[in-house]
C-alpha cells in the first residue's frame, strides 16, 4: 500500500477495487493456479514486472540507485516495471495475465492465491532464499498448504509516533490513540486503509480478552463490530488520516498531528528534519508488513522472473533496496552490505524477539486464519466495507 513515492508510503485504500480482488466468496482455500516450476532455463529476453515505487529503481529518479540495468546486462532480461500505488492494484493487474512478478504485501497476497493468480514458488531455483531470515519463511501470508508462494523482500513494523513536546506523559501503549484518543483531539492521525482494522483488532485482543480475538485478521462479525465501533469513536478525534509517508512528516513537523502511527523511515525522516518526534512499539505489539516477490501463474517469462526474484534479494541488491525504501532486509547477509552499518540495528533486521511482536499484515478471508471452524470470519471486502461506514 504505498503510493509512487521512493520509500512505502500507501494511498488511500478503495481505489481500483474489484469484487475479485476483495477476496469475497470463498477465498483463501484454493492453491494457486499452476504448479510450481522444476527448473530455471535461459531467460526469455525480458520480465513485467508490478512493483512498489523504490523496489525496482533504474537510476532515473536517483543516479545511485541503479539495480535493474545491472540485472538486464548479467541476465539478458530486460525489465519492464509498472508502479501501483495500491495493493488492490496490484490484484487488479495480477488479473490480467500481463505481468510475470509483483512485490506483494500481506494484505494482497492471500487474494492473489485464492484467485489462482499466482503460482507456488520453488525455493530450491531461488539460491538466495537459503538466507532469508527464518521469522519470514513459510508465514501465513506467503504459504499455504506448506508450499512458499513468493521470496520474502523486507518487513517492518507499524509503529506509535508522537511529539516530546505536545504528548506528556511518554505513551507506551495503543490507548493513546483509541481510549485515551480525546486527550489529543483534531491532532491524532491513523494509517488510510481497511487495513487499519486490524489495529484496533489487536488493541481489543489485548485489553477485552472476552471478545476472544486470537488473530487480529481473524475476525468474526462480533469481533470485527467491535472493532469498527473503537474506530467509529477514534474518528471523532482524527484530524487526519495519513498515506503519504511525506504529509505525516509535514504534519508531526507543523504540528497538525501530535499522535498516530508510523513506520520507521518516516520517524528517521521526521528526526532529520528537526521535528521533535519518537516512535516506538508499543508494549500491546504491534501490527507490520512484509512484501513478497510472486510469480503469476500465467507468466509469459517465468525464467527472468525467477532470475529476477534470486536478484533482488541477493545481498547486496537486497541492501541496497532496503536503504533506499525504509526497511529491513529479507536477506541476513544484506547486512553486511548496507552502506550505513547503522542500518539493520535501526530497522531491527535480524531481531526476531521483536518481529515476533509484530502482526504481519495477511489479507482477512472466510476461512478463520486462527484455527477456528464453527464460525465464518469476515473478509477483505467486508473490511472495505467497514472502513468506507468508519470514515463516513
Request: glycine share 8%.
Amino acid at each position: 500500500m504505498r503510493n509512487a513515492n521512493p520509500w512505502k508510503a500507501a494511498a488511500a485504500a478503495g481505489v481500483l477495487l474489484l469484487a475479485v480482488a476483495c477476496g469475497s466468496g470463498g477465498g483463501g482455500t484454493d492453491d494457486g493456479g499452476a504448479a510450481e516450476r522444476k527448473s530455471v532455463g535461459k531467460g526469455e529476453g525480458r520480465v513485467d514486472i508490478i512493483a512498489w515505487a523504490g523496489y525496482a529503481e533504474d537510476g532515473s529518479n536517483d543516479p545511485h540507485a541503479d539495480w535493474v540495468h545491472p540485472f538486464e546486462k548479467q541476465t539478458g532480461c530486460q525489465v519492464n516495471t509498472k508502479i501501483a500505488g495500491t495493493s488492490d492494484e496490484m490484484v487488479s493487474l495480477m488479473k490480467t495475465g500481463q505481468y510475470d512478478t509483483v512485490s506483494a504485501s500481506g494484505d494482497a497476497t492471500l487474494r492473489l492465491i485464492a484467485a489462482k493468480d499466482v503460482a507456488p514458488v520453488n525455493t530450491r531455483l531461488v539460491p538466495n532464499y537459503r538466507d532469508i531470515f527464518r521469522g519470514l519463511k513459510m508465514r501465513p501470508f506467503n504459504s499455504k498448504n506448506g508450499k512458499m508462494y513468493g521470496i520474502p523482500h523486507g518487513r517492518g513494523a507499524n509503529l506509535l509516533m508522537y511529539r516530546t513536546d505536545k504528548v506528556s506523559p511518554a505513551p507506551d501503549s495503543w490507548k493513546a490513540v483509541f481510549d485515551d484518543a480525546s486527550k489529543y483531539s483534531g491532532k491524532v492521525t491513523a494509517y488510510d486503509s481497511p487495513i487499519y482494522l486490524a489495529d484496533a483488532a489487536l488493541y481489543l485482543m489485548k485489553t477485552r480478552p472476552a471478545l476472544g480475538i486470537k488473530d487480529p485478521y481473524a475476525l468474526d462479525r462480533k469481533q470485527l463490530d467491535a472493532a469498527v465501533a473503537l474506530l467509529k469513536r477514534q474518528r471523532q478525534h482524527i484530524g487526519e488520516y495519513w498515506s503519504d509517508y511525506q504529509k505525516e512528516v509535514t504534519a508531526f513537523k507543523g504540528g497538525d498531528s501530535v499522535i498516530g502511527t508510523t513506520w520507521q523511515v518516516i520517524a528517521n525522516t521526521a528526526t532529520a528534519e528537526k521535528a521533535p518526534v519518537k516512535a516506538l512499539l508499543p508494549k500491546e505489539g504491534a501490527t507490520g508488513w512484509s512484501d513478497t516477490w510472486m510469480v503469476s501463474a500465467k507468466a509469459a517469462h517465468p525464467n527472468c522472473a525467477y532470475k529476477w526474484l534470486n536478484w533482488v534479494v541477493s545481498p547486496k541488491v537486497n541492501a541496497q533496496v532496503a536503504e533506499y525504501f525504509g526497511e529491513a532486509p529479507a536477506n541476513a547477509k544484506a547486512c553486511q552490505e548496507t552502506t550505513d552499518p547503522r542500518h539493520c540495528a535501526a530497522y531491527h533486521a535480524d531481531d526476531e524477539s521483536y518481529y515476533r511482536r509484530v502482526h504481519f499484515w495477511t489479507t482477512p478471508v472466510p476461512q478463520c486464519l486462527d484455527g477456528r471452524t464453527d464460525v465464518t470470519c469476515t473478509d477483505y471486502a467486508e473490511w472495505t466495507r467497514a472502513w468506507t461506514e468508519i470514515k463516513g
